[in-house]
C-alpha cells in the first residue's frame, strides 16, 4: 500500500515539474531588477537630509541673500571628470530650493557674461532695462569648496538561495560660507555623503548591477544637503545685514525690501566699515574695522529689494555703510 502511494506521488511531481520550474523562473526573473535605495531626483531618502533641508528652508526667516557659488574644486587623487562641475550644479539647485538666491560665479557663466556684453556693445543684441555691462547681482555672500576624496564599491552578501549585491559611492566635501561685507566665514566644515545602489537575485538570476552616473550625484546631493541645512541654521542665527543706498536729510533707502522679511519699526543699528583687518600670523583678512555711528527704524518697503528707513539716531550717514537689525 505504501509502495503503490509513493509511486503516485512520483509521477504527480513529474507531471507538475514544469510548471514549478516556470513558477521559479518568474520569481529569479522578478529579482533582476535593480533596487535603489535612494533616489538622486528626490534627493537623498536614505538619511532623510532633504527632509532636513525642507524643514530647515520652511524655518528660515531671513532675507533671500544673494550667494555667490564659485565652482567646487576636485581635489581627488584619481580626479574624476566632471565631480567639481557637478557638484556646483547640484549645490545651485540646492541653495534655490532653501530660499536664497544662488547666482553662479564659474568660469563658463563669467565668459559667457563677457560675450554677452560684446554682443550688446556691437549692437547685435538690444540692450533691455538692464545693460550686461553692469554686471551681476550685488552678492551677499559666497560658497565655496573642494572635494578632496570620491570612491565607489561593491558589498555582497550571500544567503544560499538569494544574493544581494550594493554599490556604494561615499564622497567628502570641504566648504566654507564667507560673509562679502566682512570677509568672515561663518562656517568652514567638512562634510560626507554617501548613497547606495541594491541588486538582488535567486541562484544567480540578476544580482547585476551596471555603472551609474546616479551613484556619485546622489553621494554628491547627500553631503551638499547635510551642508545646506548647517549654512541655514548659520544664517537664521545671524541679525538681519545689508548696506545704505542712497541718503535724503533724514530718509535714507536701505537695501532689503519685501523680500527682507523684515517688519516695519525694526531698528537698526549704522555700521562705518573701516580697514581691513589682518591676522599677524597668517596675513589673510579676518574682518574690517567697525565703528556704530547710529541708528535707523524702517518705515516701509518700496519695493521688493528696497525699503525706506527714518533716521532715529546719530548722523553723517553715507551710502555703502553697513546696516544691522537689532535683536
Known amino acids: 500500500m505504501q509502495v503503490r502511494g509513493i509511486e503516485a506521488l512520483r509521477v504527480v ?4 515539474a514544469p510548471v514549478l520550474m516556470a513558477g521559479f523562473a518568474v520569481v529569479a526573473l522578478s529579482s533582476c531588477a535593480a533596487q535603489m535605495s535612494g533616489s538622486v531626483k528626490d534627493d537623498v531618502s536614505v538619511t532623510g537630509q532633504s527632509k532636513k533641508l525642507e524643514e530647515s528652508g520652511l524655518n528660515y526667516n531671513g532675507p533671500q541673500y544673494n550667494v555667490a557659488i564659485l565652482v567646487f574644486e576636485n581635489k581627488t587623487p584619481s580626479r574624476i571628470l566632471g565631480l567639481g562641475e557637478a557638484a556646483t550644479d547640484i549645490l545651485r539647485t540646492i541653495v534655490k530650493k532653501s530660499g536664497l538666491e544662488p547666482i553662479n560665479m564659474g568660469k563658463g557663466e563669467m565668459q559667457q557674461q563677457e560675450e554677452l556684453i560684446k554682443l550688446q556693445q556691437t549692437g547685435a543684441v538690444k540692450t533691455g532695462k538692464k545693460n550686461a555691462a553692469e ?3 550685488s552678492i551677499d555672500f559666497r560658497i565655496s569648496g573642494a572635494i578632496t576624496s570620491y570612491s565607489e564599491l561593491n558589498e555582497g552578501a550571500d544567503y544560499g538561495v538569494y544574493q544581494k549585491k550594493e554599490q556604494v559611492a561615499r564622497v567628502q566635501v570641504d566648504y566654507a560660507l564667507v560673509d562679502i561685507a566682512s570677509g568672515k566665514s561663518l562656517l568652514a566644515e567638512s562634510g560626507m555623503g554617501e548613497y547606495r545602489k541594491s541588486t ?15 551613484l556619485r550625484e546622489g553621494a554628491l546631493r547627500d553631503a551638499l544637503t547635510k551642508a545646506m541645512t548647517k549654512m541655514i541654521d548659520t544664517l537664521n542665527a545671524m541679525p538681519f545685514t545689508s548696506k545704505v543706498l542712497s541718503v535724503k536729510g533724514q530718509t535714507l533707502l536701505i537695501r532689503a525690501g519685501s523680500k527682507s522679511k523684515i517688519s516695519a519699526g525694526t531698528v537698526f543699528d549704522v555700521i562705518r566699515q573701516g580697514a581691513d583687518l589682518i591676522d599677524p600670523d597668517t596675513g589673510r583678512v579676518i574682518g574690517k574695522e567697525e565703528n556704530r555711528i547710529g541708528q535707523l527704524m524702517l518705515l516701509s518697503h518700496q519695493s521688493d529689494r528696497v525699503s525706506t528707513a527714518n533716521i532715529k539716531s546719530g548722523g553723517g550717514f553715507a551710502v555703502g555703510d553697513v546696516i544691522r537689525a537689532v535683536k
Do not use: I, M, N, Y
Open 13 to 16: 511531481l513529474r507531471k507538475s
Open 135 to 137: 554686471g551681476f547681482e
Open 200 to 214: 538582488g537575485g535567486v541562484l544567480g538570476f540578476g544580482s547585476k548591477s551596471t555603472a551609474d552616473v546616479g
